[in-house]
């Protein structure tokens, strides 16, 4: 059975700082599909995020989610139509403690007995987060705040989610936890679009793959099959 593709990007073209920094990109994410989007720093990969959750106007193309252009519309108006994306940088209410910060990510549901179920999932997810149910969000680790940002949008129970560089800056150790989680909400049936810089994690975790340089996609396909491709292995994988 075909999945229903959940969102389309058709000749995207974004400038960013006076730059076009993506210069036509086709890219799809279809239902229950872990897609990454690879590439190096400056590439064009966060650019792309920006337009697709309306922080950037397109110069030309189209993005399509659930079929319909969503170029310009508003963040609220996404979450509420089941898109949600963690941002680079995080973003967490650092003045608001955690549970705080998981009820602010329920804020276009009023079902409060589901909510409260919510933020009990999330507290399986990442026990951590339990531990510190009452700790505020600028007091946690870089890790821990990534942790706290990937429960938080998941409280708005999103068909697709968009992680923009989840890895960033932080401990192997706490590279490879965030990387289980990203496998496990994706094995929950969350649509999951991943842009990130480590590769090697990012295709071994995913289903299809995309590679952006300098704003255009010039390769995409099976993401095993891209592990072992020799110019991915040489350009990413630094073998």
Do not use: C
Request: charged share 20%.
């Amino acid at each position: 059975m075909t999945k229903n593709t959940l969102l389309k990007i058709s000749g995207l073209q974004v400038a960013y700082g006076g730059i076009q920094a993506v210069k036509g990109v086709d890219l799809e994410v279809r239902e229950g599909e872990l897609v990454t989007l690879i590439g190096s720093n400056g590439a064009g990969k966060t650019t792309t995020m920006k337009a697709i959750t309306g922080g950037l106007k397109p110069l030309a193309g189209s993005v399509e989610y659930l079929g319909k252009n969503i170029s310009g519309m508003g963040a609220w108006d996404l979450v509420k139509q089941g898109l949600a994306m963690v941002p680079e940088g995080r973003g967490v209410f650092a003045r608001m403690t955690i549970t705080e910060n998981l009820q602010m990510g329920a804020y276009t549901r009023s079902d409060k007995v589901e909510i409260a179920a919510g933020i009990e999932r999330a507290f399986t997810t990442f026990p951590r987060l339990k531990e510190r149910k009452d700790q505020l969000a600028g007091t946690m680790s870089g890790g821990e705040q990534q942790m706290l940002a990937m429960a938080r949008a998941l409280m708005s129970k999103p068909k697709l989610l968009l992680l923009d560089e989840p890895s960033m800056g932080l401990s192997p150790i706490m590279v490879s936890k965030i990387f289980e989680v990203v496998k496990e909400v994706s094995s929950q049936g969350v649509t999951v679009l991943l842009v990130e810089q480590n590769a090697k994690l990012a295709l071994q975790a995913a289903d299809r793959g995309y590679v952006m340089e300098s704003g255009l996609i010039t390769m995409s396909g099976d993401a095993k099959e891209m592990l072992h491709d020799p110019k991915v292995r040489a350009a990413y994988l630094g073998e």
